[in-house]
Nanobody, 122 residues
Framework: QVQLVESGGGLVQPGGSLRLSCAAS????????MGWYRQAPGKQRELVAA???????NYADSVKGRFTISRDNAKNTVLLQMNSLKPEDTAVYYC????????????????WGQGTLVTVSS
């Protein structure tokens, strides 16, 4: 079984920074895409940023230029550096990964973290 463990959420003032981290553990042969999603109260979960195993990145328009996603393939970890935070960034942030559990499985499975709360408020 694969687990994603997130850390780094908390309360920060507008304009501040936070860094989220996510580590994958368990039966993993390879991980394709790792990413961060968020869900604000009363809203649908949305993609924040994602990074492929090759390093290609994708960002939501609302965070471009402020957030940076990176990953360490050897450690199966993904980081989200969040700068210039705004109140509208307040949400529960979820880590996501698409992985193959073994070399004999060619389809990718999906796993989610438990979520970490980010609150941007003065």
């Amino acid at each position: 079984q694969v687990q994603l463990v997130e850390s780094g959420g908390g309360l920060v003032q507008p304009g501040g920074s936070l860094r989220l981290s996510c580590a994958a553990s368990g039966s993993i042969f390879s991980i394709n895409t790792m990413g961060w999603y968020r869900q604000a109260p009363g809203k649908q979960r949305e993609l924040v940023a994602a990074v492929s195993s090759g390093g290609s990145t994708n960002y939501a328009d609302s965070v471009k230029g402020r957030f940076t996603i990176s990953r360490d393939n050897a450690k199966n970890t993904v980081l989200l550096q969040m700068n210039s935070l705004k109140p509208e960034d307040t949400a529960v942030y979820y880590c996501n990964a698409n992985y193959r559990p073994n070399s004999g499985t060619y389809s990718y499975l999906e796993v989610w973290g438990q979520g970490t709360l980010v609150t941007v408020s003065s």
